[in-house]
């Protein structure tokens, strides 16, 4: 055919979004004459495709040919794309900054161009959700790089980016406004690139998944799935579902979550940095069915991942293994340090394991963090999580009756929301504290309805743990004393005789005595297995 009609067909290709034509077009092209032009090209169609090897060493030739040739601009545009390949087919980090800083050194002392703005907005998708006020920084220079040069592309997705700084930094209202403006510049057909096309709507799936606000993601993901689809970008529509499997699953949709997740998972790379992301998502929905051991599985090939240790320290704080869950958490949080929104999930739980462990001052910590980020946010979700966490805390400090008060706004909070697992754990720490305040008519019918919002979703384990919780009668008719059923708790906790001592101001003799009468009492050996009898009947915290 010739190397300019080739060359033609293959940019039209390009523009239509045939990738595949667009691939072989470019490949013929390269047989004729290797250039960087179809080199780039040959590159950008394989990364539709999905194709990461293919990508990574078309679009370095490229970077070669464009540095041989003194063109620095082009080739650092292409070493900023590289930055994001090996981040997303790889998962290599320390390779993706080496490339962003070529690309820096490589615009020195040029005048501001687009691949100026670009790089500014690679560097801040990579910093976040930790260093939010740099992101936005880079941002601020994308836009207003973008609206200087008249590229919608790069001003709308340094918008939607900006945004999601925003939301993650508990400013969600203005966040969520520059976000809904990016996604219907893209959706009007206003925007051109597909990759910027691509980002900026993820941004707002991602962000709706953070402050888990349904109606929004709902509102907008079934137009981004079309968009994507009709734009042939598999890869970038695959990392916007797998977020908004988790804003189903979160949701109590279950099945669709299922199928949304498999989805993703089946076309990212598993040892990608997404496809890691996916496979930690799907572990927490194995962990929400009870499937531990399936979840075990999907999170240990995703290790380092946030929402992996996570997920792993919500199945140690199940097993009564408060440490870990302790330790779990805490690794999230620095992991997030400098996210507000992101850090609530972690702070659920931190607040949770250290209450349960009889740790009150930390919980209390953990619970007043989250109430501020709740606060600053004004969103029903995470004033949920926040009061839940003050329950917990007000729980471990025995001020029961200021528990059952937070846990049950917690409740109506978190119902509202449409957050029916998280409804239903908050709703069985409220039977807990009911039963505890003697009025076992109200915890049994808080429990019982706890049991049927898991058997609805799908929880079984959970469901089963309630079966457990109401044979809690099971200790009274060992012969326990409220006093002996209180530091039953404690013991199960990992207090000792001294702290359950200063904890209930008694002396420690008759806190030992106590201990020694539950051991006859349970017919039991030991310390231990007095705790392990606790964690088997609930009453372990």
């Not at 501001?112 to 990579?126: C, I, K, V, Y």
């Not at 539950?518 to 915290?541: D, N």
């Amino acid at each position: 055919m010739g190397l300019k009609p080739l060359l033609k067909q293959a940019r039209e290709a390009l523009a239509d979004a045939d990738w595949e034509t667009a691939r072989r077009a470019f490949s013929e092209a390269l047989a004729e004459e290797e250039t960087p032009e179809a080199l780039e090209g040959l590159g950008r169609a394989s990364f539709f495709l999905n194709d990461g090897a293919g990508a990574l060493e078309a679009r370095e030739r490229a970077y070669s040919s464009y540095r041989a040739a003194g063109r620095e601009l082009d080739a650092a545009r292409v070493a900023i794309a590289l930055a994001w390949d090996y981040r997303a087919f790889r998962g290599e980090r320390a390779v993706s900054d080496g490339w962003l800083s070529r690309a820096r050194r490589l615009l020195e002392g040029y005048a501001p161009t687009s691949e100026h703005g670009w790089l500014a907005l690679r560097e801040a998708s990579f910093i976040l959700p930790g260093d939010v006020a740099r992101a936005r920084e880079c941002c601020a220079r994308a836009e207003a790089l973008g609206r200087e040069l008249g590229d919608i592309d790069l001003e709308m997705t340094a918008i939607a980016l900006d945004g999601l700084a925003r939301v993650s930094d508990g400013e969600v209202t203005q966040g969520m406004v520059r976000l809904d403006e990016a996604t219907a510049a893209a959706t009007a057909g206003e925007m051109n690139d597909p990759v910027a096309i691509g980002f900026s709507c993820c941004y707002l799936i991602f962000a709706c998944e953070r402050v888990r606000d349904f109606q929004r993601a709902g509102e907008w993901c079934e137009r981004l799935a079309q968009m994507a689809e009709s734009w042939n970008v598999r890869a970038l529509r695959a990392v916007c579902r797998a977020h908004y499997g988790t804003v189903l699953m979160l949701r109590g949709d279950w099945s669709e979550a299922e199928s949304v997740l498999r989805e993703a998972a089946d076309v990212l790379p598993p040892h990608s940095g997404e496809g890691a992301d996916t496979l930690a998502r799907l572990g927490e929905l194995r962990r929400r069915q009870g499937r531990t051991d399936e979840a075990m599985a999907l999170i240990s090939q995703a290790e380092h991942h946030p929402m992996a240790l996570l997920t792993a320290a919500a199945i140690s704080l199940s097993r009564g293994d408060h440490a870990a869950a302790v330790d779990g958490a805490s690794r999230y949080l620095r992991l997030i340090e400098g996210a507000k929104t992101e850090r609530a999930a972690g702070l659920e739980l931190l607040a949770e394991a250290h209450a349960t462990a009889g740790a009150e001052a930390a919980a209390v910590a953990a619970a007043d963090e989250l109430s501020a980020i709740a606060e600053s946010a004004g969103t029903d979700p995470l004033r949920g999580a926040a009061r839940g966490a003050e329950g917990h805390a007000l729980h471990a400090a025995r001020r029961l009756d200021d528990a059952r008060e937070a846990l049950d706004d917690a409740v109506e909070l978190l119902s509202r929301a449409g957050l029916p697992f998280e409804a239903a754990r908050a709703r069985v720490a409220l039977g807990v504290t009911l039963r505890e305040l003697g009025r076992g008519d109200a915890a049994r019918q808080e429990l019982e309805l706890a049991r049927r919002r898991f058997a609805a979703l799908g929880a079984h384990a959970e469901a089963n743990r309630i079966a457990q919780l109401e044979s809690l009668q099971r200790p009274a008719q060992a012969g326990l004393s409220a006093r002996e059923r209180e530091i039953l708790v404690l013991v199960a906790g990992g207090l000792s005789n001294k702290e359950i001592a200063t904890k209930l101001t008694l002396s420690e003799h008759t806190v030992h005595r106590h201990v020694a009468n539950i051991l006859v009492k349970l017919r039991l050996s030991s310390r231990a297995a007095a705790a392990a009898y606790a964690v088997r009947h609930g009453l372990a915290r």
